[in-house]
């Protein structure tokens, strides 16, 4: 484990160069991230040995795994080496800046840095270690920190010297795209001008729960489309986080195996709509047992549909009967949902609402704005939101929690995907939105055996329109019993009814609305 500063606890670039270089551009420190997140480097004993402002050097030793059959390296190791050190030298100067991929990210302030092309003359057989030397001039390096500073995209090129000792065996240049990563996101829904860095986000996030799904379907839930919607990059994916963060598995299992019997419970109970606000590759749509007449209304970004609609197509996945499905684009930062499903949910119908695997990378503030627009729609009284919350504790005091929930977080921060919001209260958050609170299941009640507190931080919930009373609970809602097939024997009851004197695995529905009666 190492120090990283928090980069932005200071305005940008203020974070001075005698302090960067000692925790976020360490040569120690790149070299370990690099090699976490690129075994290849590792592999080959890769490793950055100097970083100064504006400049980076690295060593490629003359090894079996580095080298070809005339035992000189090859050439694919040059442009490796060449990446990533024409990547930290633009990275230097970046001030405090955590670069996605590479450093722990904890907010939404980070570097999004990408190699676009690369050029390379070999001058002669690289014969002994090689090293990579990468220096941005003085005049560039200003103009770089004015367009990052301005959120404008940087688009630079960097020259490289390879040698063997003091005998240079090669020359490249490479260039790279830098842009704070705040700034790719789309406003709007023009499709043309989304990025396609921000569109890869997007569709990656959608990939990698689906590749999740496929690695835990048989357990807790069954998702015979999971492994084909996910696609190799999402079952790659999958593969790569539940390694880093082996708990990742088990909580998707869990969530999906308590959505699921929300849903169905509210079909049961002979609601129709379903609003699924962020669908990504969900199945729900095709895998659950569901009434005619039932309708989803799949809400997601236009690129995300798009891409959604092309894989069912070339899965020939048709809607099950009876089932109907509309999709609505959204960007839900800047459209309110309410607002943008006029006309299209009925007002007089009750409507379960679902926002799954969202909210933890937004601000609360952003959280709060979204909740106001997801309101209005549960006007009606048997309407419902299902909605998935981590404890806020684990978020800002994740070195003080126990070693698990530490690097779980850590890994999380690793991969690029750190949570962001959190609330230790959902019941009083809940109604600080206007909203009812009926259940809080923490997924550590489908895990028993498990023994391991990540699993406690992370809870499912269902609300309604607030104020509620008890003799107002909607018909449409049944409290969750854990039991059937899990992971582990037996699994406990591990929620806030039970707290609360929950019994036979029902959570108490008097004591979740104590003080709202």
């Not at 999402?234 to 708990?247: D, E, K, M």
């Not at 609601?271 to 699924?276: E, K, L, Q, S, T």
């Not at 379960?352 to 609360?364: D, K, P, R, S, T």
């Not at 609300?463 to 039991?483: C, I, N």
């Amino acid at each position: 484990m190492f120090r990283m500063d928090p980069a932005n606890d200071a305005p940008l670039f203020h974070v001075g160069w005698e302090q960067d270089k000692l925790f976020r551009m360490s040569p120690d420190v790149v070299t370990s991230l690099l090699r976490e997140q690129v075994p290849v480097l590792d592999f080959v004993d890769w490793r950055v040995t100097s970083i100064e402002f504006g400049q980076a050097s690295s060593t490629m030793p003359l090894n079996p795994q580095s080298t070809n059959q005339h035992f000189t390296h090859q050439a694919a190791m040059f442009v490796l080496s060449a990446d990533y050190t024409g990547g930290t030298a633009l990275a230097s100067l970046l001030g405090g800046w955590p670069v996605v991929g590479v450093h722990p990210v904890t907010s939404p302030e980070s570097v999004s840095l990408w190699l676009l092309k690369t050029e390379l003359k070999y001058l002669r057989p690289s014969v002994g270690d090689l090293t990579v030397t990468a220096v941005i001039d003085a005049d560039k390096r200003r103009r770089v920190q004015q367009r990052f500073l301005a959120g404008k995209p940087v688009i630079e090129t960097i020259t490289m010297e390879f040698r063997n000792g003091e005998t240079v065996v090669a020359e490249a240049s490479a260039t790279y795209f830098a842009r704070q990563s705040t700034a790719l996101r789309a406003e709007g829904l023009d499709a043309e001008r989304v990025n396609s860095l921000y569109e890869l986000k997007l569709t990656s996030s959608a990939e990698l729960i689906a590749g999740v799904r496929a690695r835990e379907t048989g357990g807790l839930f069954e998702d015979p489309y999971a492994r084909a919607m996910a696609g190799q990059h999402g079952v790659a994916l999958a593969t790569r986080f539940c390694q880093r963060s082996p708990q990742l598995g088990g909580m998707v299992a869990a969530r999906t195996r308590h959505l699921d019997t929300v849903v169905e419970n509210f079909v049961e109970a002979g609601g129709r709509h379903i609003v699924n606000v962020g669908v990504g590759w969900d199945m729900r749509a095709f895998r659950l047992p569901l009434p005619e007449g039932t309708t989803f209304y799949e809400l997601d970004f236009p690129t995300t549909l798009r891409e959604r609609r092309q894989r069912l197509d070339e899965q020939g996945v048709a809607n099950p009967p009876g089932v109907e499905r509309i999709e609505t684009p959204i960007d839900v930062r800047t459209m309110p949902l309410a607002k943008t499903l006029e006309g299209i949910v009925p007002s007089d119908k009750p409507l379960l609402v679902i926002w799954e695997g969202m909210n933890m990378y937004f601000q609360e503030d952003e959280v709060r704005d979204i909740l106001a627009g997801i309101r209005p729609l549960l006007a009606h009284p048997e309407s419902l939101l299902w909605l998935d919350l981590v404890e806020r504790d684990a978020i800002v005091n994740a070195d003080q929690q126990p070693p698990s929930v530490r690097e779980f977080m850590r890994g999380m921060q690793i991969l690029g995907e750190p949570f962001t919001f959190g609330t230790d209260h959902p019941q009083r958050f809940l109604l600080d939105n206007g909203l009812s609170w009926l259940e809080s299941v923490s997924s550590e009640a489908y895990f028993q055996d498990a023994g391991d507190p990540v699993y406690s931080i992370y809870r499912f919930c269902v609300a309604a329109s607030a104020p509620l009373h008890h003799r107002d609970v909607p018909q449409t809602f049944r409290p969750t019993r854990v039991d059937g097939p899990a992971r582990n024997p037996a699994p406990h009851v591990g929620f806030e009814g039970a707290r609360n004197g929950a019994k036979n695995g029902f959570t108490a529905i008097d004591s979740a609305l104590a003080g709202q009666s």
